[in-house]
C-alpha cells in the first residue's frame, strides 16, 4: 500500500472516529428527547410535526438535486487542487440555493399550504396549529438550504471535528427545547416548532463563521459564471429524478400513512424514523468520511484504490449497522417501553422494517457515491429514480386495497434491491466494476453474515420473556454472536490478520500503561 493510501485511511479511520464520537453524543440525546417531547405533546401532536414536516421534505426534492451536485463538485475540485474554480464553484452555489429558496417558498406556501388544509388527516381543532408549524418548518428549511454549500465545504475539506462539535452544538440545543416544551407558555405544538427554528438559525450562523474563517472559497460573492452553472445545473437536472424518487419514497409514504390511518399511525412511523436516525448515524458517519475519499480516488484516477475503498465501504457500512440493529431488532418492544412508556401502535414492527430497510440500502451507499463522482449519472437516474418513484403509487395501492400500513416499508426495501441490481450493471460499464466481484464479496458475504449472527438471539428471543436482566443477556449474545459472524465469515484472512495484530497491539499498550501505573 502507498504511503498516500496508508495516509488517507488514517484519515478516514481519523475522522469516523469523530464522527462517532459525536454521534454517540447525539443519540442519547436524541431518544431522550423524543421521549420527552412525545409525552409532553401527546402522540397527535408527535404525529402532526412528523407528516406536517413531511410537507415542506416533499419540495426538497428540487433542492436535493442541487445538494447533492454542490458536495460532488466541491470535493471534485479539490482533488484536483483548483483554488481558483474552487472559489467561483462556492460562490455561485450560494447564489443557487438562495434562487431556489426564493422558488421553493412560493411553491409551498401556494400548493403546501392548499395540501394541508384540503387532503390531509388532521383534527380540525389541531388545523391552526399545524399551519403555523408549516411556516415554521419554511423558515427552517430554507436556512439549512443556504447552509447547504457551507457543510459541503467542511466534508470535502474532511475537517470533521468541526462538524462534529457544531453537530454537538446542534443536539444541546434540542436537549434545551426538551425542558422548555414540558413549560411551554402557549400551545406546545406551536412552541416547539418555533424553537426548532431558532435552533436551525443559531447552526447555520455558526457553520458561516467557522467556514469563513479557515477555508479560503468560502467568502461569498455575487458570482453567476454561465461555464460553472451550466455544468451544475447538467448534474442536478439528472440527479432531480433520485433526489424526488428518494422524497416520495419517504415523505409520500409518511403522506399516504396519513391519508389512510390518520395521525397516530404518523407518530408510530416517526418513532421508528428516530430509532432509524440513531442507528443510521453510526454508517452515515462513516460513508461522510468514506465518501470524499471515493470522489478523491476517481478524480486523481486512482482506480484500484477506490474499488478497495468501494467494496470495503460497502461491507463495513453493512458490519457496522448489524452489530447495532440486530439487539434492537431481538429486543425492539421492550426498548420501546423502556424508552417511550407510551408506545404508539403499529411502532413495533415499523421500528423492525425500517432497520431492515437501512440495511438493505447501507450496501449501495458507496455505489451512490462511485455513480456520483463520475459525473455520468443521465442513464443512471432516469434507471434508478424511476424505479424508486414506483414506491408511492405501489404503496398506494397497497394501502387502498386494505393492507397493513407497515406494507409501506416492505415495498421500499423490495425496491431498493431491485435498485441495487441496477446499479451494479450500470457501474460495470461506467467504471468497470465487476458484478460478479461485488455479489460474491459483498452480497453473499453479509446476507451470509446476517444468518449465522442471527440464528442463536432470535431462538432465544422466543424463549425468554421480557426483563431488564434478559433484555442484557439477549443484547450481549446479540452482540457476540455478530461480532463471532463477521469476524470469522465477513473478513478474508488478510482482514483477520490485521484486525489480530491491531488487538495484539492495543493489548501490550494496555498492559504496559497499567504496568507503569
Known amino acids: 500500500m502507498s504511503t498516500q493510501a496508508s495516509d488517507n485511511n488514517k484519515r478516514i479511520a481519523k475522522n469516523t472516529l469523530l464522527l462517532y464520537f459525536r454521534m454517540l453524543f447525539m443519540m442519547v440525546v436524541s431518544l431522550y428527547t423524543s421521549r420527552v417531547i412525545l409525552n409532553a405533546l401527546g402522540v397527535e401532536d408527535f404525529g402532526i410535526y412528523n407528516v406536517v414536516g413531511g410537507v415542506v421534505a416533499m419540495f426538497t426534492v428540487i433542492s436535493g438535486s442541487l445538494s447533492a451536485a454542490i458536495s460532488r463538485f466541491i470535493t471534485y475540485e479539490l482533488g484536483k487542487g483548483d483554488q481558483s474554480k474552487l472559489n467561483r464553484i462556492f460562490s455561485a452555489s450560494v447564489t443557487i440555493q438562495l434562487l431556489l429558496s426564493l422558488i421553493i417558498v412560493v411553491l409551498i406556501e401556494s400548493v403546501g399550504v392548499w395540501f394541508l388544509n384540503a387532503k390531509m388527516t388532521i383534527p380540525v381543532d389541531r388545523m391552526a396549529a399545524a399551519n403555523w408549524v ?51 407558555p402557549m400551545d406546545k405544538l406551536i412552541f416547539y416548532a418555533i424553537l426548532m427554528c431558532a435552533v436551525s438559525i443559531i447552526v447555520r450562523f455558526t457553520y458561516g463563521h467557522y467556514c469563513k ?6 467568502n461569498y460573492h455575487f458570482h453567476w459564471d454561465k ?11 439528472w440527479n432531480f429524478i433520485g433526489a424526488s424518487s428518494s422524497v416520495l419514497r419517504d415523505q409520500g409514504g409518511n403522506i399516504v400513512i396519513n391519508l389512510f390511518y390518520g395521525p397516530s399511525v404518523n407518530a408510530a412511523r416517526g418513532i421508528a424514523n428516530q430509532v432509524n436516525g440513531a442507528i443510521m ?48 431488532l431481538v429486543n425492539t418492544h421492550y426498548i420501546l417501553v423502556i424508552w417511550l412508556k407510551m408506545v404508539p401502535e403499529h411502532a413495533v414492527l415499523f421500528v423492525q422494517l425500517i432497520l431492515g430497510f437501512a440495511m438493505s440500502e447501507s450496501i449501495s451507499n458507496p455505489l451512490i457515491t462511485a455513480m456520483l463522482a463520475t459525473g455520468k449519472i443521465r442513464n443512471y437516474q432516469i434507471v434508478v429514480g424511476g424505479l424508486q418513484m414506483m414506491n408511492l403509487p405501489i404503496s398506494y395501492i397497497c394501502l387502498r386495497l386494505g393492507c397493513m400500513p407497515e406494507s409501506v416499508l416492505i415495498v421500499a426495501i423490495v425496491i431498493s434491491q431491485c435498485c441495487l441490481a441496477a446499479r451494479l450493471y450500470m457501474l460495470r460499464s461506467l467504471i468497470g466494476l465487476s458484478s460478479i466481484k ?18 442463536v438471539p432470535l431462538l432465544l428471543s422466543y424463549k425468554m420473556d421480557e426483563s431488564f436482566l434478559n433484555f442484557i443477556i439477549l443484547s450481549f449474545v446479540a452482540m457476540i454472536s455478530t461480532v463471532f459472524s463477521e469476524f470469522l465469515i465477513g473478513c478474508n484472512k488478510k482482514e483477520r490478520a490485521f484486525l489480530i495484530d491491531k488487538v495484539k497491539t492495543f493489548k501490550v499498550k494496555l498492559y504496559k500503561y497499567v504496568k507503569n501505573r
Open 134 to 184: 408549516l411556516q415554521f418548518s419554511i423558515i427552517t428549511f430554507v436556512i439549512n438550504l443556504v447552509s447547504v454549500p457551507y457543510n459541503a465545504a467542511i466534508i470535502a475539506h474532511e475537517k470533521m471535528s468541526a462538524f462534529a462539535y457544531i453537530s454537538i452544538l446542534e443536539a444541546v440545543c434540542k436537549l434545551a427545547i426538551a425542558f422548555l416544551i414540558i413549560v411551554s
Open 213 to 218: 474563517k479557515h477555508f479560503a472559497e468560502c
Open 227 to 237: 461555464e460553472i452553472l451550466k455544468k451544475m445545473f447538467g448534474f442536478a437536472g
Open 281 to 328: 448515524g453510526f454508517v452515515s458517519n462513516f460513508m461522510t468520511a468514506l465518501n470524499p475519499q471515493i470522489t478523491k480516488s476517481y478524480a486523481a484516477g486512482d482506480r484500484q484504490y477506490m474499488m478497495t475503498l468501494i467494496f470495503q465501504g460497502a461491507r463495513l457500512s453493512y458490519y457496522m449497522l448489524l452489530l447495532l440493529s440486530l439487539p434492537v
Open 438 to 455: 461485488y455479489l460474491k464479496n459483498v452480497y453473499m458475504n453479509v446476507i451470509l453474515v446476517s444468518i449465522v449472527a442471527i440464528v
